[in-house]
């Protein structure tokens, strides 16, 4: 379902910028109007952006009307309605080689991290600090840990821990004063809040195929 959102909670001051805004104010700094685009235009009336996602995303079409309907709309996912786009007409599924394929997991001790969002958050945007999928209320700073993993490192639901980040000469990466949540998490396993855990991440360990940093998958201690 696509629909329009609108946040509630008071800026902290003038100074705080939206998502949009962040984001072309990097493309502005860095490629000026090398490419004709109005990063300022943009920003200053969302419909512009959603014309300019339209015009990529065809089924995006009559965006700007359709997301003024109540409820919005719901996009043609052809899973969603049990249809599935291969040679057999049925779900195909892939096997992934494993995750102890990653060397960075060799180190004893490793866990593995995995960022997620709360119910209230749209990309990096937190519009509540409740998070009632996980049961969590009021907060962000915790990781969710698995009972054994805690137990065998002397630690206990609730207890305060600290992070660290296993990639050699940059383990200085890490993070205090975080709040242990036994969680149904497989063993090995962690996760904490997106952005909140970027401090121990380093960006030099990224997804080769996009570039991405690697938020699904990150070994700590």
């Given at each position: 379902?696509?629909?329009?959102?609108?946040?509630?909670?008071?800026?902290?001051?003038?100074?705080?910028?939206?998502?949009?805004?962040?984001?072309?104010?990097?493309?502005?700094?860095?490629?000026?109007?090398?490419?004709?685009?109005?990063?300022?235009?943009?920003?200053?009336?969302?419909?512009?952006?959603?014309?300019?996602?339209?015009?990529?995303?065809?089924?995006?079409?009559?965006?700007?009307?359709?997301?003024?309907?109540?409820?919005?709309?719901?996009?043609?996912?052809?899973?969603?309605?049990?249809?599935?786009?291969?040679?057999?007409?049925?779900?195909?599924?892939?096997?992934?080689?494993?995750?102890?394929?990653?060397?960075?997991?060799?180190?004893?001790?490793?866990?593995?991290?995995?960022?997620?969002?709360?119910?209230?958050?749209?990309?990096?945007?937190?519009?509540?600090?409740?998070?009632?999928?996980?049961?969590?209320?009021?907060?962000?700073?915790?990781?969710?840990?698995?009972?054994?993993?805690?137990?065998?490192?002397?630690?206990?639901?609730?207890?305060?821990?600290?992070?660290?980040?296993?990639?050699?000469?940059?383990?200085?990466?890490?993070?205090g004063s975080l709040t242990a949540v036994a969680y149904d998490i497989p063993r090995g396993s962690v996760a904490g809040y997106h952005p909140e855990m970027n401090p121990v991440m380093s960006l030099s360990r990224f997804v080769p195929q996009s570039d991405t940093p690697s938020y699904m998958g990150y070994p700590l201690r």
């Open positions: 379902m696509v629909h329009a959102s609108r946040g509630f909670l008071k800026p902290h001051g003038h100074m705080v910028r939206s998502e949009p805004a962040i984001i072309a104010g990097i493309a502005k700094a860095r490629l000026g109007d090398r490419h004709g685009i109005d990063w300022d235009g943009l920003v200053g009336d969302y419909d512009r952006i959603r014309d300019k996602i339209e015009a990529v995303f065809t089924d995006f079409f009559d965006f700007n009307a359709r997301v003024c309907n109540p409820g919005g709309f719901r996009l043609d996912v052809a899973a969603s309605f049990r249809r599935w786009n291969t040679v057999s007409g049925k779900a195909t599924f892939l096997i992934a080689p494993g995750i102890r394929k990653d060397s960075a997991l060799a180190a004893k001790e490793a866990l593995f991290l995995t960022t997620i969002r709360s119910h209230d958050q749209y990309n990096t945007t937190v519009y509540g600090l409740d998070d009632r999928c996980q049961g969590v209320f009021g907060r962000r700073d915790i990781v969710f840990m698995n009972q054994e993993d805690l137990a065998n490192r002397g630690l206990a639901d609730g207890g305060q821990i600290e992070i660290c980040g296993l990639l050699g000469d940059e383990e200085s990466h890490s993070m």
